[in-house]
């Protein structure tokens, strides 16, 4: 989760403008007293007077408040309530969930955010440099940390998830040995066995190939980088690059009709990570997958909270934010146009039928008579009823969510549609999103 950096005047300013009011880190007068040693948004701070007209004197031209506020509107306003508002429902959360942050965590993060910078001296200049105060870069800190332990707690994972998920994407979790390998080519073999000489003598590999090579290589002294085998295309240069000892430089090579001189400068073996070396990864892996990063959850808080727009710079964001709350539809990755919104029963979906079986390249029949969809497709056949709690699935009766007709258009429950016609779909909760593809998971 990124936070926008403003200065504390001009956040001051859009508080104002807003009419919100100014607190340092959102008071929750109607909990109970803090635990001992927990960290809890501060009392309410003293409301600031007002700007005066003219902020300041320019080449001895006024700089008004006006002119400021018509900047912060037209530059920054949806930014800094975007900051503010995220971090008022994470604060809630936190509360919600019995989340707290104790003195000793933060403490022991700020100090480990500030070793960063190198120095205190570096630091404070930072800080300068972005017009922040200490104490609003402390109360962005806790608010980032206290999304992180809501991620922690949403996307708990089970055990045999993370398994699964490891055996299923082992082999993106070795390295292959690879070698730093280096190249020059000649079109005759004359001109590579004296290249050959020159570097056995002593001269360095990649001087003799910006002189000799006609590779475009050459230009890097014939560095091909860090390769493993499979990078290699000709079998015989796999061979000899992964049988050289580092610094070892081999006799010419014919392949396809030039001649190649290897070196090795550097070598690495192969690096295979077990489960318990790769859970990090694989937790951030599964989580990626599950749409349970902080960008998601931060969304998701959006878009299970009231939020009423009262300013009218900022009205715009309703439209937006009434669009979060509503359950979108994605088949390979492309979203699809719905001519009502999808909803909810009882914890499955229904969804208008049309546009799926579109987006799924299915023919579809409609017969008026019984209100029944037929699809079909690759020699695959659905077909719902209006009112039936049974879809027919290529000849066998399936259980789903009645199909019903709302205003003209069929709503039937996207998996056994999708199922039926041999693609696969998952259900993102922290999106509210449901993704299909048109072939089934491998």
Not at 12 to 21: N, Q, T
Not at 133 to 154: G, H, N, P, S, W
Not at 183 to 188: G, H, N, Q, R, S
Request: overall charge positive; glycine content about 8%; some cysteine.
């Amino acid at each position: 989760m990124s936070y926008t950096r403003f200065t504390p005047a001009l956040v001051l300013a859009c508080l104002l403008l807003l009419g919100l009011s100014v607190t340092a880190g959102w008071s929750q007068t109607r909990t109970a007293a803090p635990r001992a040693g927990t960290v809890r948004p501060a009392p309410a701070a003293a409301v600031e007077p007002p700007m005066p007209a003219v902020l300041a004197m320019v080449n001895g031209k006024p700089l008004t408040a006006e002119s400021f506020r018509e900047a912060t509107n037209e530059g920054f306003a949806r930014q800094i309530f975007e900051t503010l508002l995220h971090r008022r429902l994470i604060w809630d959360e936190a509360q919600r969930l019995g989340i707290t942050l104790s003195k000793s965590e933060f403490e022991a993060k700020l100090h480990q955010v500030k070793a960063g910078y190198g120095s205190p001296e570096a630091f404070q200049t930072a800080l300068h440099q972005q017009g922040l105060t200490e104490a609003y870069f402390d109360q962005r800190l806790k608010t980032q940390m206290l999304l992180d332990m809501i991620v922690d707690r949403r996307g708990a994972l089970r055990e045999d998830e993370i398994s699964a998920y490891y055996d299923k994407h082992k082999s993106e979790y070795v390295r292959p040995a690879r070698v730093h390998l280096f190249d020059l080519v000649t079109t005759d073999a004359e001109a590579a066995y004296a290249a050959r000489r020159r570097i056995s003598n002593g001269e360095e590999f990649a001087a003799v190939a910006k002189e000799m090579s006609v590779d475009p290589s050459a230009a890097q002294g014939g560095d091909r980088g860090w390769l493993s085998a499979t990078q290699v295309p000709d079998e015989l240069m796999r061979a000899t690059a992964f049988s050289l000892e580092v610094g070892q430089t081999s006799n010419p090579l014919l392949v396809s009709g030039k001649y190649h001189v290897l070196y090795v400068s550097e070598a690495e073996p192969g690096v295979s990570r077990n489960l318990a070396q790769a859970r990090p990864d694989l937790i951030t892996a599964l989580r990626q997958e599950k749409g349970l990063t902080r960008e998601a959850v931060q969304d998701a808080l959006v878009r299970e909270a009231g939020v009423q727009i009262n300013w009218d710079p900022l009205r715009y964001l309703a439209a937006e934010y009434l669009s979060m709350k509503q359950i979108h539809i994605y088949v390979d990755g492309k979203p699809v146009v719905l001519p009502r919104p999808a909803f909810l029963v009882g914890g499955r979906l229904l969804a208008p039928a049309k546009p799926l079986v579109v987006a799924l390249g299915a023919r579809m029949i409609w017969t008026p008579g019984t209100s029944t969809l037929t699809a079909e497709r690759q020699g695959k056949k659905v077909s719902f009823t209006s009112g039936k709690p049974i879809a027919m699935i290529n000849g066998k009766a399936r259980q789903v969510v009645a199909s019903r007709i709302e205003g003209e258009i069929l709503l039937v429950e996207p998996r056994a549609l999708v199922e039926g016609l041999g693609g696969s779909v998952q259900w993102n909760a922290a999106r509210n999103s449901l993704y299909i593809k048109s072939t089934p998971e491998s």
